[in-house]
């Protein structure tokens, strides 16, 4: 027998009344028409990338959910008949998932985000989450450093990226933690801090290539931690561009590399991104057609690559890739 999901009527900050509820696969067309309103601006802050549509597979795996590893919220209008906001968390470890909220350009800061951030913490503690993390891009660290004062929310930087960590329950693990909790929220429903590309990437992976679809020679490659010469070397065997993705950490190194290569007669750009590395690579790999993706990884997560493994790439990319686990 089926059974309605259970929803919540809420009176958000300015007065006005909405329902939240989880997500339902029948949701794909709201969630669409949802998506379609948001500013261009509001897309790209949120995809770091122009994202003009969502595909039927993108809608497909944003909506049909198991609410468990991955719960989505949304929150609707009184007549149920326009999506207005979604939050979500996936869950990377087996107490720690990483949130994001998304909310309609004309309901930000009326705290329909700080709503459905509340509803998603409660959803997240009776899944077993007990910490929220994430990877945030900001052009003002100043949030951050105010973020980091209070005793229960960590704060660490690195690859231009900061990581956000934030206990969901106080320290007996009976109720929810207060204060900085609270204070996280109101960051992320001002929009103040914004979930970082790795978050979106596992989310929407690129769409890999249709069978007959023509790749280009190109191989694309991460730069991380040490210069490794394994994919100059393929690329000069088989005449293909090369194109290195490299943080703007080594973005100096990176380029020096790239000029060596075109010395030595490979054709080479530097791609400079900001985030999380392997999210990058995949991006560039979809939008370069690439035949091969040429990753360096000993054994462990690479330095530059933030809250993924490199097995997180080799499953999503759109072309074979090439993992060197040489120390």
Do not use: K
Not at 44 to 60: D, G, H, I, K, N
Not at 73 to 94: K, M, S, Y
Not at 270 to 285: D, H, N, P, Q, S
Request: hydrophobic share 45%; charged share 25%; with cysteine.
């Amino acid at each position: 027998m089926d059974h309605d999901p259970p929803s919540r009527t809420i009176i958000v900050r300015d007065g006005s009344v909405i329902i939240v509820r989880p997500i339902e696969p029948g949701d794909r067309v709201l969630l669409e028409a949802a998506f379609a309103e948001l500013s261009d601006e509001s897309r790209y802050r949120r995809f770091l990338s122009p994202m003009p549509r969502l595909t039927a597979a993108q809608l497909e795996y944003l909506t049909d959910v198991d609410h468990h590893d991955h719960e989505a919220l949304v929150a609707l209008e009184p007549d149920g008949e326009r999506l207005i906001g979604v939050a979500r968390f996936v869950r990377t470890q087996p107490a720690i998932a990483e949130p994001a909220v998304a909310v309609a350009d004309e309901w930000q800061r009326r705290g329909v985000g700080t709503a459905l951030l509340e509803v998603l913490v409660d959803r997240a503690i009776e899944e077993g989450i007990t910490t929220f993390s994430g990877y945030v891009l900001l052009d003002n660290p100043a949030p951050l450093s105010l973020l980091g004062q209070v005793g229960d929310v960590s704060v660490r930087s690195s690859g231009g990226a900061s990581q956000v960590e934030v206990l969901l329950l106080n320290e007996d693990a009976t109720a929810p933690a207060p204060g900085a909790l609270r204070t996280l929220l109101r960051a992320l429903a001002a929009s103040t801090l914004e979930p970082g590309l790795g978050f979106w990437q596992r989310l929407l992976p690129p769409a890999r290539g249709q069978v007959g679809d023509e790749r280009r020679n190109v191989i694309v490659a991460a730069v991380a931690e040490g210069d490794r010469t394994l994919a100059g070397e393929l690329a000069a065997a088989s005449a293909a561009t090369l194109v290195l993705v490299a943080s703007p950490h080594d973005a100096e190194r990176t380029t020096r590399l790239a000029a060596e290569l075109e010395r030595a007669g490979v054709t080479t750009t530097a791609a400079i991104v900001r985030g999380e590395l392997g999210a990058a690579v995949l991006r560039v790999a979809a939008e370069q057609q690439a035949r091969l993706i040429v990753v360096h990884d000993p054994g462990t997560v690479s330095g530059r690559l933030v809250s993924a493994s490199w097995d997180f790439v080799t499953h999503h990319a759109p072309c074979h890739v090439l993992v060197d686990r040489s120390r």
